[in-house]
T-cell receptor, first 114, second 110 residues
Framework: DAMVIQNPRYQVTQFGKPVTLSCSQT?????MYWYQQKSSQAPKLLFH???????NEADTPDNFQSRRPNTSFCFLDIRSPGLGDAAMYLC?????????????FGEGSRLTVL | EDQVTQSPEALRLQEGESSSLNCSYT??????LFWYRQDPGKGPEFLFT???AGEEKEKERLKATLTKKESFLHITAPKPEDSATYLC???????????FGKGTKLSVKP
């Protein structure tokens, strides 16, 4: 059973048209991440939540925002997508409790910008 | 600056031809080195965590090892279903965020 679910799997948008990607988890993990991954590149951390505390990476563009209304859900908003924002967006979770510390990833949302 | 470098970028093997993937890292205060497998169009899938030099972990045809500067993912007698991109990541800092390498794309031909 899928534990981290991302929707939509594929999103096509026009240049400048806002997009929202969603992530839900059934693991009750308190830490959630959003990564951006471009073709043949390393996943790049955009931001993460430690419980309700929001942490923005220094080089994450202002065009990207996030919301976490509760433990289970997290959203990535791209206010005015540019061609350079076309990528796979990965949501991941982990527990801050006793564990091996691994991240559990969703299947990703692939964004195309026309 | 914390950095993770994986080599080679791509590796093509014949079925049964064993080999190793390399992950070298520079990070202050390593708090774990992680290996993930990523299939095309999918999210990464966790394989191993290593915490200290000398540690080894095994899973089927895969074996991960760790030194103070690098980690190796050894693949013994690979099969076509082992074809994927293998990502290495290091965990740093109190927040525990992972820094990923670009990965090694492995292709195993029958």
């Amino acid at each position: 059973d899928a534990m981290v679910i991302q929707n939509p799997r594929y999103q096509v948008t026009q240049f400048g048209k806002p997009v929202t990607l969603s992530c839900s988890q059934t693991l009750n993990h308190n830490v959630m991440y959003w990564y951006q991954q471009k073709s043949s590149q390393a996943p790049k951390l955009l931001f993460h939540y430690y419980d309700k505390d929001f942490n923005n990476e220094a080089d994450t563009p202002d065009n990207f925002q996030s919301r976490r209304p509760n433990t289970s859900f997290c959203f990535l908003d791209i206010r005015s997508p540019g061609l350079g924002d076309a990528a796979m967006y990965l949501c991941a979770t982990r527990t801050s409790g006793r564990s091996t510390g691994e991240l559990f990833f969703g299947e990703g949302s692939r964004l195309t910008v026309l | 600056e914390d950095q993770v470098t994986q080599s080679p970028e791509a590796l093509r093997l014949q079925e049964g031809e064993s080999s190793s993937l390399n992950c070298s890292y520079t990070v202050s205060g390593l708090r774990g080195l992680f290996w993930y497998r990523q299939d095309p169009g999918k999210g990464p899938e966790f394989l191993f965590t290593l915490y200290s030099a000398g540690e080894e972990k095994e899973k089927e045809r895969l074996k991960a090892t760790l030194t103070k500067k690098e980690s190796f993912l050894h693949i013994t007698a690979p099969k076509p279903e082992d074809s994927a991109t293998y990502l290495c990541a290091v965990r740093r800092g109190s927040q525990g965020n992972l820094i990923f390498g670009k990965g090694t794309k492995l292709s195993v031909k029958p």
